[in-house]
């Protein structure tokens, strides 16, 4: 609890009196929703809470390398310019109604869910994949990376991911060839764990350790 509390209490002061857009990111099956929910609980302040899950390109993009391409996944998985454009811009220049998931990956259409009425002070905070990739990086106020190791992201993905891929075969099949090289990837090309202000070790959720905690400065949008 004294971590979520101590994110907690930093996110409140993110942005001054202005609005702040917090990242929580980190590899598959991280732990990254569940913090960033038992974070937003705690704040003493307007919350918008979003995905990048809800910014996935459409099917045919995503896969335009192929089922197993690691570099597939970490360029083509998403919509950045429409994350960009629809939400971020948008919330971060004062906007009162944003975007907050304009696409469903499962049905492979449009969904749009809209937030209104934002208040001037409220905070921003998106959980998911690649999100201090050097495209979204300048955006974040406060930018937080869950780390785990690649066998316990596997371990949580065959639980979590079963009833969709169907075994165990099929998860372990499309984490090893796909999201944990993508995440090699990643973290070779884009080095998160640098640009992170705060770096958490949840290997074990109930034990979360932090590695490394710095003071964010305002980023220049």
């Not at 208040?119 to 869950?146: A, K, S």
Request: one cysteine or more; charged letters at 30%; glycine letters at 6%.
């Amino acid at each position: 609890m004294t971590l979520v509390a101590d994110l907690a209490a930093a996110v409140e002061t993110a942005g001054g009196h202005g609005r702040a857009l917090v990242a929580v990111d980190g590899p598959d099956a991280a732990g990254k929703t569940t913090l960033a929910d038992r974070v937003a609980a705690l704040v003493d302040r307007p919350v918008v809470r979003a995905s990048i899950d809800g910014f996935h390109a459409p099917r045919a993009v995503r896969l335009r390398r192929g089922d197993l391409s690691p570099e597939g996944c970490y360029r083509d998985s998403f919509d950045l310019a429409g994350l960009q454009d629809r939400l971020l811009a948008p919330f971060a220049h004062g906007a009162a109604d944003v975007d907050v998931d304009v696409f469903d990956h499962r049905s492979d259409r449009a969904a749009r869910v809209r937030v209104e009425d934002v208040p001037t002070d409220t905070v921003l905070l998106v959980d998911g994949v690649f999100l201090l990739r050097p495209e979204l990086r300048r955006w974040w106020t406060f930018r937080v990376y869950v780390h785990v190791p690649e066998e316990m992201t596997l371990a949580r993905a065959v639980r979590r991911d079963l009833p969709v891929l169907g075994s165990v075969q099929a998860v372990e099949e499309r984490y090893r060839g796909r999201y944990l090289p993508a995440q090699v990837l990643y973290r070779t090309e884009a080095r998160p764990l640098e640009a992170a202000h705060v770096v958490v070790d949840n290997g074990d959720p109930a034990a979360a350790e932090v590695l490394r905690w710095s003071p964010p400065a305002e980023p220049a949008r």
